[in-house]
């Protein structure tokens, strides 16, 4: 038995993991200082499972100054309104706003929400009480960056996971399919750059969980990219028609 705490469940209940539900209690400074930001009278609200309680209050009080906000979801992978995962923005997608307000801290949410809904994102940070406008410019390019490197790797490694609710099975062998002649299917427990080591694999790609690719892409000595970004490398996929990885 595992106890989870922090997150809302996930996988089927045969994982025999109990989730202990934790929420972190913050005044809405943050969306106070949103306001000035915001550039229309509707903006789509979005946070993780620890803030989502604050949701409705964040709603009220972007009534009181006139702008509606929608709050989109539950979603299969998350049960609370308004919540996101980083590997499910299926919620802020829902709102169907060109803005959305980001609860939470870090910039790893807010820019996965940008790229998967193409809205301009607003993240408000429940501790600082600030508000900032998220730009995923710079991740892209980064992401390009590597796409380019692992373009002309001779042996490309797709990395399929045998853990609950990370093994995307079907995805590995699509993607495998893009390249037989220069792709093997790598399954793996744990994804780590211990791990990879010595496979004799130029590049990688990850169907485990997305944000080993986009958190984790530093600690790994060859380009690990996500799945639409594979596609793009092997002229599947076009550049302008670049996805976020979610596992939905």
């Known amino acids: 038995m595992l106890v989870h705490v922090g997150h809302t469940p996930l996988g089927?209940?045969?994982?025999?993991?109990?989730?202990l539900p934790l929420a972190f209690d913050a005044d809405l400074a943050a969306?106070?200082?949103?306001?000035?930001l915001l550039r229309g009278a509707v903006v789509g609200l979005v946070t993780t499972a620890q803030h989502?309680?604050?949701?409705?209050?964040?709603a009220e009080l972007l009534a009181a100054h006139g702008i509606e906000a929608r709050i989109g979801g539950p979603t299969p992978?998350?049960?609370?309104?308004?919540?996101?995962?980083?590997?499910?923005?299926?919620?802020?997608?829902?709102?169907?706003a060109d803005e959305i307000l980001f609860l939470g801290t870090g910039v790893f949410h807010p820019l996965g929400v940008a790229l998967a809904t193409r809205?301009?994102?607003?993240?408000?940070?429940p501790y600082?009480?600030?508000?900032e406008e998220v730009d995923p410019d710079r991740l892209l390019r980064r992401r390009f960056a590597l796409i380019e490197r692992a373009r002309s790797a001779a042996t490309i490694g797709i990395l399929l996971s045998t853990k609950s609710g990370q093994r995307r099975e079907e995805l590995a062998r699509r993607l495998a399919a893009l390249a037989p002649e220069r792709t093997v299917v790598v399954a793996l427990e744990e994804?780590?750059?211990?791990?990879?080591?010595?496979?004799g694999c130029e590049a990688f790609v990850n169907t485990a969980c997305p944000r080993l690719a986009y958190d984790d892409a530093a600690r790994f000595p060859v380009p690990v990219l996500a799945p639409a970004e594979f596609e793009v490398a092997v002229g599947a996929r076009a550049w302008d028609d670049y996805?976020?990885?979610?596992c939905e």
Do not use: K, M, W
């Not at 996805?243 to 979610?246: G, I, R, T």
């Open 52 to 58: 989502a309680h604050l949701l409705p209050a964040a």
């Open 119 to 125: 809205a301009r994102v607003i993240a408000c940070d």
């Open 191 to 199: 994804v780590t750059p211990d791990a990879l080591t010595n496979l």
């Open 12 to 19: 089927s209940p045969e994982d025999r993991a109990f989730y």
């Open 31 to 36: 969306v106070e200082a949103a306001l000035p």
């Open 128 to 131: 600082r009480g600030t508000a």
């Open 77 to 96: 992978r998350t049960p609370l309104p308004g919540q996101v995962l980083g590997c499910s923005f299926g919620a802020a997608r829902e709102t169907g």
């Open 243 to 246: 996805a976020v990885d979610e």
